[in-house]
Structures are given as C-alpha cells and as structure tokens.
C-alpha cells in the first residue's frame, strides 16, 4: 500500500503490530527494515523513494510526501512509534499532537546507524523505556532514558504495581509524590494486600522509602508522601496520607457467585456494590467472579465480566465437590450436580482457608467473598 500524505487528511489504518517503525533514509530504511523482520509486532513505513519490490509482499506502507502528515494517523493507530530520523526533528514533528501521559503513545528514536536508541515520550504510563530498553538489547545499541526514577534506580510511582495489576485511586498526587521519591524526601510505605515482591532492584530500599505495618504508624511518622497499597476503604483519619499520597489497589478479591437463570446484570452488580460498600471494600481490588460451568454463559455474568474487565473463573460440580464447605445444600446438589457454588468457587480461585463472607443470598443472586494472600 502506499499512502500519498495531504495536509489535514487523515488515514485509516489497519494496524497488524502494536508499533509503527518509520524511517526516512536510506541507512534508515536499511535498519528499519532488518528490525521489521526480527522484531516482533512491528509494522513499517518508509518512503517510495526506497522502495525494493518486495513491500507488498512483507506488508510494508510505503508513503509519499512530508512523514509529519503521517503521524497523526500513527498516534491513533500504535501503542507505540518507532523512529529512525533525528531527535529534533521528532520533536518538533510531535510536538502539535501531544496530550497526556495518559493517553500518548510511546514514542522511541533511533539514531541512523543504530548506535543508540532513546526513550522520548511516554517513557513510564506508555512503555517507552522499556520498549526502549527491548530495542536497544536487539539492536547491541545503547539505551538513553533520562527518567529520574529509572535512572536513580528507586520505585516508579505511576508504574507501582503495574506489573500485578494495581490500579490507583487518583492520579491526582502522581507527580508531587514522584517529586519527593526521586528528590528523597522521607515517604511511607504501607502494603495491607497484594503482591509483595515488588522491588526489583539488587540493592536494599533507599533509605528514605520506609516500609510500615500499619497506616497508624506511618500517620505518626509524618512523612512528605506516601505510597498506600490496600483494598480497604480508608477511614477519615488515614485519609490523611493523601494529602500527598497514592493509593494503590491491588487485585485481591475473589467474588464467588450463583445466581438463577437470567439474573440481569444490574441486579448482580447492586448485590457486589452493596456488599463491598458493607465491608468497606473497593470494587477496583476485584479480580474476578468464580461459579460453575453451567453458569459460563450467563449473560448477567459474562456482562460483568466484561465491564470490569475480571476474570471469569467457573468450575465443574466435580471441582466444587472437592472443597469443604459449611453449608452443603441438596437443593443446590439437585439442580446443579454441586452441593454448593459461590462458597467452593471462592475458596478454589482465592485459596484462602477462610472466606470474609461465607455465603450472602441477596434476590436472585448468592455471594461469597475471598481475599487473595500474598
């Protein structure tokens, strides 16, 4: 395919890759194209002036006219831009189509010769730096990444926990809390739930990073920020780490369920709010929802499912059978072939001993309530 760039015209395309390779000369699309061919998820674009006659073949776009005009298209299509042109020249090109950290995609430059590839935009939220890191490994290039965290070696606050799945709260404090870490400023740290091996240095924790048992501790240390990993709601008083905080929620609660034929989306969702509101818990440490086989195409479950985003974990009557429960039911055994569901599916994904809430029947729908321990 070829593209003929227009001032203002967009373009759609079909991605095949998670990254765009861009180059523009011919040492450029010499690299490009030996990177296309070697590293996964890539798809490439060079211009017609270099074109081999193998293109179509190997999927490759080739585009005539200014790249500059390619890149808006790119920045809606890619995960990630890959480019082989100067770096101030990349600037200036990206420089009217930049929002968020939140929402940019990564954006890497590698120089002509492939000597050394730098991390531009999105370094952390948008995986530049590590997409950066991958390359330069493949290439035998130099990686250039110049974020504080990563350079200091210390914990990347907007990527803590990001790897487990750990979602924040708000990332309203994102960049003062960053500001203290990298600037070692006393901050706490109090982990109540999830995954605890996540400092991946070979080096102790900085001195100024303290790990606390309890958020009332860290309250009395009177740190500059904290770093709070819980799928608790806070009282009033803990809030008060937030005033220059992140609070990290881990994927911990395990949400077995049964429900009758046809149960509607809303009324299984109310149930779970309701109960998670009672117990003081977030709804954003919920990993998944548990039943059995029979349920695996409820509508209601697989809805839920997919609006949050959990897994949807089901179990043969056999595998449910095996659990000890509290309260066997022969109704339950009658219709299902299981003499329970929500309790032994809770206990089987969460492997806890012990439930937070045995078996709550609410309507049509009945809940059990695992926590994941790490």
């Not at 015209?9 to 765009?20: I, N, R, V, W």
């Not at 995609?105 to 952390?124: M, R």
Request: proline share 4%; with cysteine.
């Amino acid at each position: 395919m070829t593209l003929v760039l227009a001032e203002g015209k967009q373009f759609s395309l079909q991605p095949t890759g998670s990254y765009a390779v861009v180059a523009i000369t011919k040492h450029g699309v010499e690299l490009a194209r030996n990177l296309h061919s070697t590293f996964p998820q890539t798809d490439l674009f060079y211009m017609t002036k270099f074109e081999r006659g193998d293109e179509t073949e190997r999927n490759i776009t080739l585009f005539e006219g200014n790249v500059r005009m390619l890149l808006p298209s790119l920045f809606q299509s890619y995960k990630g831009i890959v480019m082989i042109i100067s770096l101030g020249a990349v600037v200036r090109m990206i420089a009217p189509l930049l929002k968020d950290k939140k929402t940019d995609p990564a954006v890497v430059v590698i120089d002509d010769k492939g000597n050394h590839v730098i991390s531009v935009l999105s370094g952390h939220l948008g995986g530049a730096n590590e997409l950066t890191k991958e390359l330069a490994d493949h290439l035998n290039a130099t990686p250039v990444i110049t974020t504080a965290s990563d350079v200091q070696k210390t914990i990347p606050v907007d990527l803590f926990g990001r790897k487990f799945g750990w979602v924040w709260d708000s990332a309203e404090k994102l960049t003062p809390v960053s500001a203290s870490v990298v600037n070692e400023e006393p901050v706490a740290i109090v982990q109540e739930s999830g995954e605890r091996n996540w400092w991946n240095y070979n080096k102790p924790l900085p001195s100024h990073l303290t790990v606390y048992e309890t958020m009332e501790e860290a309250i009395h240390a009177k740190p500059k920020a904290a770093l709070l990993v819980t799928h608790r709601l806070l009282s009033n008083e803990e809030q008060q780490l937030l005033h220059n905080g992140v609070l990290y929620r881990p994927k911990v609660i395990a949400l077995g369920i049964g429900c009758n034929r046809g149960t509607s989306l809303d009324e299984i969702e109310q149930v779970i709010q309701k109960t998670l509101e009672e117990l003081k818990f977030s709804i954003k440490s919920v990993k998944a929802i548990c039943s059995i086989d029979l349920k695996k195409d409820e509508e209601g479950l697989v809805a839920l499912a997919k609006k949050y985003q959990w897994d949807f974990t089901y179990y043969t009557p056999e595998q449910l059978n095996s659990v000890n429960i509290e309260t066997p039911s022969d109704t339950v055994f009658k219709y299902t072939g299981a003499y329970a569901v929500s309790e032994p599916a809770a206990r089987l994904y969460s492997g806890a001993d012990s439930l937070v809430i045995t078996k709550k029947k609410s309507g049509n729908v009945t809940l059990s309530v695992a926590l994941i321990s790490h």
